[in-house]
């Protein structure tokens, strides 16, 4: 876990990698809640036999916007901002998904600031975040994510 006790000490570290979540596995149980609170109920995500027999993934895969979902749990279990009495998801600027998340895997997010705007009360930052799948060659999740902070 990251902590950090200023804005002044965030702008010291633009640029870097400030964090690395922990891993997390993906479940069919995790996959099926994301369906039903979704209604997106495609086969692909939760036919396992199905999937088995005419995925190209050889099994289940989670949603695409199931992976996105997870960056507040990583950002909460990476990153302490001890200054900070509020803050707000504000949106994305890029999202991709370059790889699956086959059910059964662990994924982690590596956490970089790209940069902080100022203003009256707290400020503006921009992460970019990479999502990776232990064992997998390429990322599963690539977004830049913009979240405020207020003091």
Not at 28 to 35: I, L, S, T
Not at 94 to 101: G, L, Q, W
Request: glycine share 8%.
């Amino acid at each position: 876990m990251r902590e950090i006790t200023s804005l002044t000490e965030l702008h010291t570290l633009i640029g870097q990698e400030v964090a690395v979540s922990d891993w997390v596995e993906i479940t069919q149980d995790r996959v099926q809640r994301f369906a039903d609170a979704t209604g997106d109920h495609q086969w692909i995500h939760l036919d396992v036999e199905r999937a088995k027999r005419e995925s190209p993934y050889g099994g289940t895969i989670a949603h695409g916007f199931l992976t996105l979902s997870l960056l507040p749990m990583f950002f909460e279990q990476s990153i302490v901002m001890r200054d900070v009495k509020m803050g707000v998801n504000y949106g994305t600027n890029k999202v991709r998904f370059p790889a699956p998340v086959p059910v059964g895997s662990r994924l982690r997010a590596r956490i970089k600031l790209l940069s902080i705007e100022e203003f009256d009360g707290g400020a503006q930052l921009v992460w970019h975040v990479t999502m990776e799948r232990e064992g997998g060659d390429k990322p599963v999740c690539v977004v830049e994510s913009i979240t405020r902070r207020y003091t």
